[in-house]
């Protein structure tokens, strides 16, 4: 699950992954790239449920606005490749 951190990488902060439950690595690594993958996620696909809606007006006006695989989908394919388990 954690291959991803393990493997060397010369461009990418140390991650010291021994205690997953210290908060150097859940707020600064885990939550950070959750919360940018989801954004990601959202952006790309619009995917529901997501936070970006809190009220039923919210999620139409949402969903008049179309995803951007459909409307862009060379733009789609290089934001998916952003959404990654590194930093």
């Known amino acids: 699950m954690h291959k991803g ?3 060397p990488d010369p461009n990418r902060i ?3 992954i021994k ?4 908060d150097t690595f859940w707020n600064g690594m885990w ?3 959750s919360q940018r993958n989801t954004k ?3 952006e790309i696909f619009k995917s529901i449920p997501t936070d970006e ?3 039923f007006v919210g999620l139409k ?21 952003r959404i990654q388990v590194r930093q």
């Not at 205690?19 to 210290?22: C, K, Q, R």
């Not at 006006?61 to 490749?81: D, G, H, M, R």
């Open 40 to 42: 990601l996620f959202d």
């Open 53 to 55: 809606v809190q009220t």
């Open 61 to 81: 006006k949402y969903l008049e606005e179309p995803a951007l695989y459909k409307t862009n989908v060379p733009l789609a394919f290089k934001e998916i490749e």
């Open 14 to 16: 140390p991650i010291d």
């Open 19 to 22: 205690d997953p439950t210290i």
């Open 31 to 33: 939550q950070r790239t």
């Open 5 to 7: 951190l393990l493997d």
